[in-house]
């Protein structure tokens, strides 16, 4: 039997449907409230859910309907404080963003999720991002790629730089840090250079688990890789990290049959068929589905249309029976995202070399 199969949700907004809205159980104006956060990540902890991710993007989103979002990375922190064993993924570009802010911002996530947390790394190939934060276009694949793979390479330097008992905390003596312990990444990319140390101890999971869609960074600098492909045979393949595959889902309720339901919204917004594996009908099928994955991929991220109506229904009928069968497995209590993937704990990279920081003592 192959190895249990992981389960990613995505979170954001009201689903992947661009009418998703519509079918919402709330009104509009809680979209952006606090509780509409924390109550989407409950469910998708109650339901066994190993990872939520949480979409974003530098430039405001469209679409029909009400629109607004809040940034990935502070849903992700104001989710941690509500759930005790959920992954949690922002979505964070690295085309135009500081990398060392990134870095800082999610260690700090990972100190809020006691060692829960992820990247989702994204790129931005949008000109109007350049024009509002007033920098230079970064334009195409080839310099996306860069970007990305440079700011990667900043991010896990930064996390590697403090090494884990840098912080001595010593109140009797007055010393906080052992300055021979921190150190500087010296890093020197195409377009710019960062010299470190990271302004945060290293994080609970040293590492944090980063994914990304397959092809944005170098073979083996993701965690996760995110594959596409619309049949099973498409995502079959092999790949030095973990692979998940991108499902989009509409699942029957007891009201209403997935095509009606899909129907119904598509009058308003038409979901056009992309590259993603896409299924719509009965829960049983979907859990079939899942099982003949759980032979070619290592996890799934489940995207459903409308969150009000198919994460209660895979809540309810879908993971109960894919956990018992075994092709699933919840996250233990108490333990990382790391170790719920498998991933080992990886030492600072600078523990054993290099320059220590001066005057930091």
Not at 2 to 18: C, I, K, T, Y
Not at 96 to 117: I, K, N, W
Not at 141 to 162: I, K, M, P, Q, T
Not at 291 to 313: C, K, S, T
């Amino acid at each position: 039997m192959s190895r249990p199969l992981h389960l990613a949700v995505e979170l954001d907004g009201e689903g992947a449907h661009p009418a998703a809205w519509r079918r919402a159980s709330h009104a509009p104006a809680a979209l952006l409230t606090p509780e509409r956060v924390r109550a989407l990540a409950q469910v998708a902890e109650n339901a066994g859910a190993t990872l939520a991710t949480f979409d974003d993007s530098l430039l405001p989103p469209d679409g029909v309907g009400p629109v607004g979002r809040i940034g990935a990375v502070e849903r992700a922190a104001f989710a941690a404080v509500h759930t005790s064993v959920l992954g949690l993924a922002p979505v964070v570009s690295t085309t135009y963003s500081e990398p060392f802010h990134v870095s800082s911002q999610l260690a700090s996530l990972d100190f809020a999720a006691t060692g829960r947390a992820a990247w989702l790394v994204a790129a931005t190939a949008d000109p109007a991002a350049a024009r509002s934060l007033g920098r230079p276009t970064v334009e195409g694949e080839e310099a996306l790629r860069r970007e990305a793979r440079d700011a990667g390479r900043v991010a896990r330097d930064l996390w590697d730089s403090w090494e884990d008992d840098a912080a001595v905390r010593d109140v009797d003596t007055g010393r906080y840090l052992d300055r021979d312990k921190l150190h500087y990444i010296d890093f020197v990319g195409e377009t710019y250079t960062v010299k470190g140390p990271a302004i945060v101890p290293r994080p609970p999971q040293g590492q944090l688990v980063v994914l990304a869609p397959a092809g944005l960074l170098p073979a083996g600098a993701a965690d996760v890789e995110l594959v596409e492909g619309r049949s099973v045979a498409d995502l079959a393949g092999d790949g030095p990290g973990l692979r998940f595959a991108e499902v989009e889902i509409a699942l029957d309720t007891p009201a209403h049959t997935a095509a009606e339901r899909l129907a119904d919204l598509d009058r308003h917004a038409p979901w056009a068929a992309g590259p993603r594996l896409r299924y719509a009908g009965p829960p049983g099928g979907l859990m079939a589905l899942l099982e003949e994955l759980a032979g070619v991929v290592d996890g799934v991220r489940l995207r459903p249309a409308v969150l009000d109506e198919d994460l209660p229904e895979l809540s309810a009928r879908v993971l109960p029976a894919l956990f018992r069968s075994g092709t699933a497995a919840r996250p233990q209590p108490g333990t990382s995202l790391r170790t719920t993937l498998g991933l080992t704990r990886p030492a600072s990279r600078f523990a054993r070399h290099l320059t220590p920081v001066e005057g930091t003592a």
